[in-house]
């Protein structure tokens, strides 16, 4: 069956970026008779900002965009997080490390996608979890995968990134390795979100396969950008919803590639949504990192 799902991180009230990717998730898992979950991303509670959730609720709901069972809360899984950080730490998969940001800086070389981790704590055995944070040892091996809007996506983690973190000094799960777990507990088959998320892929390819989880097929739609900048929810880009439902949705329409031919501002959002479900085509959907958005979109 087909599952789905939009896990806003609760930083700040929806945006422009934020609407396109949970009409697109939401569209992809309705026109195949699918459900579309809510989850929300507040597992690195210090980006959570208060008030968030429940405007992002608002927010959908407001769009019409409703979700499927109850939501679901990254805060509320942090034992199924530690069961499974277990189980590496006994399959031998993971270590820990108390190098700082500093020695990090000081020790990396600097690769495509930030700093590589060259590995100075894999044989310390550090056995005091206090202040460390938790590794996973990935293989120098080239990942690819096929992103169904993006095409190939190549990868030697190894390479490229090093053994990363899954769960950090502070104690906060990371989130590559949260988002694995949620999509393994949810039964996830289909993930859709923005491109700023994908050099995550690879590394959450490798965290499926470890785990013995099956992975999701993957969509990369581009991010919204306005005056090149990415809009962004913790830098207060916010859209007014109230009264601007069908704008905001022939908006999204329009920048997912989609024909708004057919449609009137004075329909409701019930049938926009309706004709959107049938109209859907995610072929229609160009594979860029980015596309700029009309001025006016974003309110
Ligand atoms: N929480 C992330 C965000 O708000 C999305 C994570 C995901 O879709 O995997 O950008």
């Keep these: 069956m087909y599952i789905g799902r939009f896990a806003p991180t609760p930083s700040g009230p929806l945006h422009f970026g934020s ?4 009409i697109a998730s939401f569209l992809d898992a309705k026109s195949n008779k699918g459900k579309w979950l809510l989850k929300i991303d507040d597992i690195d509670e210090p980006r ?3 008030g968030s959730v429940s405007e992002i609720l608002k927010g959908l709901e407001r769009l019409g965009l409703a979700w499927d069972d109850h939501v679901v809360y990254q805060s509320q899984r942090k034992e199924q997080y530690q069961f499974h950080i277990n189980d590496l730490k006994e ?15 000081n020790s990396s070389l600097t690769g495509s996608h930030g700093l590589i981790y060259n590995g100075t704590c894999r044989e310390k055995n550090l056995k005091n979890q206090t202040g460390c944070s938790i590794r996973i040892k990935v293989v120098d091996e080239d990942i690819s995968i096929i992103d169904s809007i993006q095409g190939e996506i190549s990868q030697n983690i190894h390479n490229d990134i090093g053994d990363f973190i899954l769960k950090r000094s502070d104690d906060i799960f990371s989130y590559q390795f949260s988002v694995v777990v949620d999509n393994h507990l949810d039964n996830i088959s289909h993930i859709i979100r923005g491109y700023d998320l994908i050099n995550s892929l690879p590394r959450q390819f490798y965290l499926h396969k470890v785990m013995g989880f099956d992975f999701p097929k993957s969509s990369h ?9 990415k809009l962004s929810k913790g830098h207060g880009d916010r859209i007014l919803i109230q009264n601007y439902e069908n704008l905001i949705w022939m908006n999204a329409l329009t920048f997912l590639g989609q024909s708004t031919q057919n449609y009137h501002l004075s329909m409701t959002v019930e049938d926009i949504i309706q004709h959107a479900i049938k109209g859907w085509s995610k072929n229609k959907v160009k594979g860029f990192a980015e596309r700029e958005i009309d001025e006016h979109a974003h309110r």
């Excluded at 609407?19 to 949970?22: E, F, S």
């Design 221 to 229: 739609i581009p991010i919204a950008t306005l005056g090149r900048k």
């Design 19 to 22: 609407i396109v990717t949970a």
């Design 91 to 105: 399959k031998g998969l993971l270590y820990n490390c108390n190098c700082s940001r500093k020695m990090i800086n």
């Design 48 to 50: 959570v900002r208060d």
